[in-house]
């Protein structure tokens, strides 16, 4: 059985165990979209440097919901983040979002699965139509696959005038304890007009089989709104995961951005940025310090579609042993975008001879009255600074490890929230002590 019989076979199963189905149509045109593109091979541009092939060859336990096991309890009792006693606490296990496990703290937070939003009277019209967004920048069969087996989503509100006081933590846990398991989270959130929120997002895999994760969240922020928003990814060897975050400004707002990535398999990450209203404002940093066989993937589009906005990407890579890093940055200025200011670097430091980086900044203007710049450089650790440092007594191991701590300091001094930015400190210290570099 080929891939696409495999997943038409379990999409014909999902189908025929759904009485009542709210998102039959939408499901159904993403299949659809699906049986059209496949896998994304190298031939795609866009995944010309990212094989993920191999990922769809292997037996996946089901694409139903599971039993939550016992050791996704206790995995989560060891994997919460830091300040995580004064957070909402979302909790997602093989994919589907776990109620029980999970902690409400912020009266001015709505938390509903998408089934609950997609007939409730205030929300039934936003999901219909903000749902499925992301399909209108990635043309993949990934992203397609999400929505088509898109079951047990959460729908996230943050009210009207309200500075959420807890930060949103976001888990991912997958079991892989009794087999390979693929998980397809999904969510979709609206940061109504004028409100403020934090939320911070990580992943773990439980088990010595492989996991995959394909997850997609949709973000809808309006007038004067402002977004904080960090991803953590420090899972294991066995574990791959293609992350979408989709990013709509529909009104004059903030977004302040920051993705670290420590470890994984085949690790992409896809964060779109859509400026739909004038005068909005974003800032990407991200951070990624592989080693071993890892693969990292770092996708961004930042859609200038209205004038007067703002956006700042700077993206640093630290490479060792025989990893494997890729920077695919896009910028569009739309033709009525004019006085847009737009500026992206993506900066690589390889630590070893076998590791390897490619790194590919875009730009795409069609006004004339914008200012816009991107860059992107690879090298190594500066050898006059390493020879001026040993020259002082510093050893050579030490020396290294002070250079490539001052090379991530420019992202991690964005990290706003201080119990996670603590925490990632405390996570790239303890790299450097292994000798990772």
């Not at 866009?46 to 206790?74: C, H, M, Q």
Request: aromatic share 10%; hydrophobic share 35%.
């Amino acid at each position: 059985m080929n891939n696409l019989e495999y997943y038409k076979e379990r999409f014909d199963r999902l189908k025929s165990a759904k009485t009542v189905d709210r998102f039959a149509d939408i499901r159904q045109n993403a299949f659809n979209d699906f049986s059209k593109t496949g896998i994304p091979t190298s031939k795609n541009e866009e995944w010309k440097y990212t094989r993920i092939g191999n990922i769809f060859n292997k037996e996946y336990r089901s694409l139903i919901p599971d039993v939550v096991s016992a050791a996704a309890e206790e995995a989560l009792s060891s994997v919460r983040l830091p300040g995580y006693e004064q957070a909402n606490e979302l909790v997602f296990v093989n994919g589907f979002f776990n109620q029980p496990l999970s902690t409400i703290r912020s009266s001015d937070l709505v938390i509903l699965s998408l089934e609950e939003a997609a007939v409730a009277d205030e929300y039934r019209e936003f999901v219909k139509k903000n749902l499925g967004h992301s399909h209108h920048y990635l043309k993949d069969g990934i992203n397609a696959l999400n929505t088509a087996f898109m079951q047990g989503g959460l729908f996230i509100h943050v009210k009207k005038g309200y500075a959420v006081e807890h930060p949103v933590y976001i888990y991912n846990i997958s079991d892989a304890g009794a087999g390979n398991i693929f998980c397809q989270p999904r969510s979709l959130m609206h940061v109504a007009e004028n409100s403020q929120l934090q939320m911070a997002e990580t992943y773990v895999t439980i088990g010595g089989s492989d996991s995959f994760t394909n997850q997609v969240m949709e973000v809808v922020i309006e007038k004067d709104a402002v977004v904080e928003y960090y991803k953590i990814q420090n899972d294991a060897a066995n574990a791959s995961l293609v992350s979408t975050t989709h990013f709509r400004q529909t009104g004059k707002s903030y977004i302040h951005t920051v993705t670290i990535s420590l470890n994984g398999g085949i690790v992409r990450n896809n964060l779109n940025i859509i400026m739909e209203s004038e005068r909005s404002e974003a800032h990407l940093y991200g951070l990624y310090f592989h080693g071993g066989t890892s693969h990292i993937d770092n996708h961004t589009i930042v859609d200038n579609v209205k004038p007067n906005c703002f956006s700042n990407e700077l993206y640093k890579g630290i490479l060792n042993e025989d990893s494997t890093g890729v920077f695919n940055g896009k910028i569009y200025v739309r033709q009525d975008a004019q006085k847009t200011n737009a500026y992206q670097s993506n900066k690589n430091i390889l630590l070893s001879d076998n590791a390897s980086v490619n790194t590919k900044p875009q730009l795409e203007i069609f006004a004339d009255d914008v200012k816009c710049s991107h860059g992107c450089t690879v090298g190594q650790l500066d050898e006059e600074a390493m020879f001026y440092l040993q020259s002082r007594g510093i050893s050579e191991s030490t020396a290294r490890s002070l250079l490539v701590r001052a090379f991530a300091e420019d992202i991690l001094e964005h990290i706003k929230l201080d119990p996670i930015h603590k925490y990632i400190e405390k996570l790239i210290v303890k790299r450097l002590k292994k000798g990772t570099t």
